[in-house]
């Protein structure tokens, strides 16, 4: 079926227009203020059903280091800092331990998308080893545990606590931690790994109080309701339940077939369908693990599979999957043109035809898996990377069960919730539960999605400083705040598909610092303003964001549509890519120059 879809020529044109229509159907006035947050709105609907919530008497010491959220960022920068010597650190986490999104999200068939050997940190330094090339959350989940145990970061954490305030004491060169268990500690330095998606949301719809059956977010799955557990024991409470689940991004790929297998009846609520390309997941075997690991063999891994997204020439693809596919085919069209047609333009031509081709061979996926009708409203209609791309065996397959039901709702979405279940298409659904796969908040103000704010030096704050867009030398320090560290992507190697290996080099830049600092005796280091500022200039010669153009189907990759105005200038990465960031970056480790910064 691929290759039929590949034999016949892509009306490029008509393709566009089509994209087009489909995106305009979509568009609304509200954008994300379509969205509650579920925390605000719903604070019963938001409670840890996970880890019951334990007393304890607030802290009023001092750390070294206290790092915010304790997922893959607070746990790779504590390793690290843990391996330059750093005793006292740290970890604030608002979860019951660490994992964050790990953490939170334990919905059936919850696994990893981007290969587990580069993408689960630190295997090297705790002997693990993958269970599967996509490893299934509770592996995750554990392995986080087992970073903070490897590297002793339980005994100083506080879970179950949100920080409130940050407030940099110069006098004493320390950060005032303030929290919402009562404490107000100090620590040297700070760091923040809040998350790029941690907010849950909702869809803004009316009635969505008046449901009397059950209703949860993915990320606060109730399997005292429907049984079952995250590792994939059937879920016995809803062998006589009609199920809706509202949503079809990357999350509701995975639950779909989960509780197509385990619910009564499962109706599935679709405004925009996800590009469901093949997973290929397969256990990993220790002989062939032993064979190509060695000293150093993570970072190589993580190295090659950037170097296959990015725009180099890779002899070898070592993660050989769906990521690398698409950069796989973009380059098989480079190497076709003829040298004087490999122009800047040229290049977004091959892109654009590679992308043709590799969405042909989705939509005729879902043709031949579901078929009839329920196959043609599977189809997406938008460039690849318009929006999260999804892989998975199990998800088209679920539709040709007859207790799965696909409503699509043409681009409207649910228009309202009842006493007893969904409306769509002016149609009323009765169900017992009602499942929102509606996402997390994104391209909200950074201090509103972390819940606090900063007040770094002469009173300043980070919203304000940061109120025109981000500021940052190396997406990682920032003026006005010293001995804080941002660890995230952006001004980094933002739109990298494997966020944890920005993460865990972050975490090498950090540790590189503080152990320097503590070295020579440094009360503070802080990026200057003018490395700050060239920093941005040489970012913006760079194409800027190249996620969520507003000419993709509404998303949180595009503000829903419209766009992130001039903050989304700032959200760039290195103008050569994730590969250029960390070459850039790791010539200016070696260097032990610190460039940039200022120690005092
Ligand atoms: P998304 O924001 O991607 O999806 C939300 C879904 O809710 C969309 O399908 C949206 O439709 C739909 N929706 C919103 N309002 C309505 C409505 N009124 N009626 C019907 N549908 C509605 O959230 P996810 O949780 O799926 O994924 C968020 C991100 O989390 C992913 O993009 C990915 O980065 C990450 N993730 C990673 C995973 C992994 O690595 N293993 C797994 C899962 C998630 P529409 O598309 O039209 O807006």
Redesign the pocket.
């Known amino acids: 079926m691929a290759s039929e879809a590949l034999a016949a020529p892509v009306d490029k044109e008509a393709l566009r227009r089509k994209y087009a229509e489909e995106r305009d159907k979509?568009l609304r006035t509200d954008g994300s203020a379509?969205y509650v947050r579920l925390e605000r709105e719903y604070s019963d609907l938001a409670v840890d059903p996970y880890t019951p919530r334990k007393e304890r008497a607030p802290r009023t010491d001092h750390v070294t280091f206290a790092f915010i959220g304790g997922g893959f960022a607070g746990l790779v920068v504590g390793a690290r800092l843990k391996d330059a010597g750093i005793n006292d650190v740290r970890i604030i986490e608002k979860g019951g331990d660490f994992g964050g999104t790990w953490y939170w999200?334990r919905y059936p068939g919850?696994?990893?998308?981007?290969a587990s050997m580069i993408y689960m940190p630190l295997l090297e330094e705790t002997g693990h080893m993958p269970s599967e090339k996509y490893a299934h959350a509770p592996e995750i989940r554990d392995h986080c545990s087992r970073i903070g145990e490897t590297f002793d970061l339980y005994d100083n954490a506080l879970f179950h606590t949100q920080v409130t305030d940050l407030e940099w004491d110069a006098g004493r060169s320390v950060w005032i931690v303030r929290t919402d268990r009562g404490d107000e500690f100090t620590a040297k330095y700070v760091g923040m790994g809040t998350g790029p998606?941690h907010v849950a949301k909702l869809?803004g719809?009316p009635g969505i109080d008046e449901f009397r059956g059950k209703s949860f977010h993915?990320s606060r799955w109730d399997y005292e309701y429907t049984g079952g557990t995250p590792e994939g024991d059937p879920m016995t409470g809803l062998a006589d339940k009609r199920v809706a689940i509202?949503?079809?991004?990357?999350?509701?790929v995975?639950v779909v077939p989960n509780v197509s297998r385990d619910a009564k009846e499962l109706y599935v609520?679709?405004?925009?369908p996800?590009s469901v390309d093949e997973r290929n997941n397969k256990p990993l075997e220790r002989d062939w693990f032993d064979e190509v690991t060695g000293p150093g063999w993570q970072k190589k891994w993580q190295e090659n599979f950037v170097a296959n997204l990015g725009v180099g020439f890779p002899a070898e693809d070592l993660v050989d999957d769906g990521w690398t596919d698409l950069g796989k085919r973009i380059r098989a069209q480079v190497i076709d043109m003829p040298p004087e047609q490999r122009t800047p333009e040229g290049i977004m031509a091959a892109f654009e035809d590679a992308d043709n081709q590799k969405m042909s061979e989705i939509r005729a996926r879902a043709e031949a898996i579901v078929g009839g009708e329920a196959g043609e409203k599977l189809k997406a209609w938008y460039r690849q990377l318009c929006?999260?791309p999804c892989f998975h065996d199990e998800y088209l397959q679920a539709f040709t069960r007859p207790n799965t039901h696909l409503v699509d709702?043409d681009?409207k979405?649910?228009e309202r919730i009842t006493e007893k279940g969904v409306i769509a298409n002016g149609e009323e659904y009765e169900v017992d539960c009602i499942v929102y796969?509606?996402?997390?908040e994104v391209g909200t103000d950074f201090h509103d999605r972390a819940g606090f704010d900063v007040t770094g030096r002469d009173g300043q704050k980070l919203s304000d400083y940061w109120a025109g867009g981000m500021r940052s030398l190396h997406g990682l320090h920032v003026h006005g705040f010293p001995n804080m560290f941002v660890v995230q992507q952006n001004q980094a190697a933002a739109f990298i598909a494997n966020y944890p290996h920005n993460l865990v080099d972050h975490a090498d830049t950090v540790a590189c610092i503080v152990k320097h600092a503590e070295g020579e005796g440094h009360a503070s280091v802080e990026p200057s303003a003018e490395a700050e500022q060239a920093w941005i200039d040489f970012l913006l010669t760079g194409p800027g964001a190249r996620l969520g153009s507003t000419e993709c189907t509404?998303?949180?990759y595009n503000n829903e549509g419209q766009g992130y105005g001039e903050q989304e200038r700032f959200a760039m990465g290195h103008p050569a890519g994730a590969q250029g960031f960390f070459t850039h970056i790791d010539q200016w480790r070696k260097a032990g120059t610190f460039e940039g910064l200022e120690f005092s």
């Open positions: 979509r379509q999200n919850a696994q990893c998308d981007t998606l869809p719809l993915t509202i949503g079809t991004g990357a999350t509701a995975q609520f679709q405004r925009t996800s929006k999260r709702t681009g979405g649910v796969a509606s996402g997390f509404p998303g949180y």
